[in-house]
């Protein structure tokens, strides 16, 4: 007789809590300290588990870029677009009038979050390999976001400029990136409400406005 293998809703629950200790930690240490400065021993030893656990988690290359999707989306997701997730569709379910300002407000809030971890998941993917592997992953499920963003801007009578959606898709990725948040929030020192501004008045003048 073969032993049966079964699944306890407990024991699930207890690993998707460690890992997401595990990938709070990663985050925070990556953002701070970088990516070649981050081992995992002392990824083990800031989320309060062992050196096999953290092992059975990763690798490395795998720990920021599922750090980078938990502290971006909220959601350990894996390789799903966010359109795909519960938060693209309560973002789907808002009311057309409001939905420019509340994908703007989940997106700044998002890059507030990652910010300094964007800058470390730059930096790991020029000198590791699996890290820039990944990343393009994520990238083009970024581009794909946009464009069923772009399309559901669309589709809700919201964009009414008429020109080549692909192209507008990549402008919104443009404004809403990591990197502008970095220039003017960071560096130029502006506020988020002003930035959030910012990016809801120039969306809606060189995107949406015919």
């Known amino acids: 007789m073969t032993s049966r293998a079964y699944s306890s809703p407990l024991r699930a629950a207890q690993a998707a809590q460690t890992r997401r200790r595990i990938l709070e930690a990663a985050a925070e240490l990556f953002a701070r300290d970088g990516y070649a400065a981050t081992s995992l021993a002392r990824l083990a030893e800031a989320s309060g588990v062992s050196l096999e656990t953290v092992k059975a988690n990763g690798p490395k290359s795998a720990l920021i870029l599922a750090a980078f999707d938990v502290t971006f989306t909220g959601e350990d997701g894996g390789a799903t677009t966010i359109g795909e997730r519960e938060i693209g569709a309560r973002l789907l379910a808002t009311p057309a009038e409001e939905l420019l300002p509340a994908w703007v407000e989940f997106i700044t809030g998002a890059n507030e979050r990652i910010a300094r971890l964007w800058i470390a998941l730059l930096d ?87």
Not at 128 to 151: C, N
Not at 162 to 179: N, Y
């Open 124 to 210: 790991a993917s020029m000198g590791d390999p699996a890290v820039a592997e990944g990343l393009e992953r994520l990238q083009e499920r970024r581009r794909k976001d946009f464009r069923d963003s772009m399309a559901g801007f669309r589709a809700r009578g919201l964009a009414r400029r008429p020109g080549d959606d692909e192209e507008f898709a990549a402008a919104l990725q443009f404004l809403v990136s990591p990197s502008g948040y970095v220039q003017l929030v960071l560096d130029s020192g502006w506020s988020m409400t002003r930035y959030r501004d910012w990016l809801v008045d120039t969306i809606e003048r060189t995107v949406f406005t015919p």
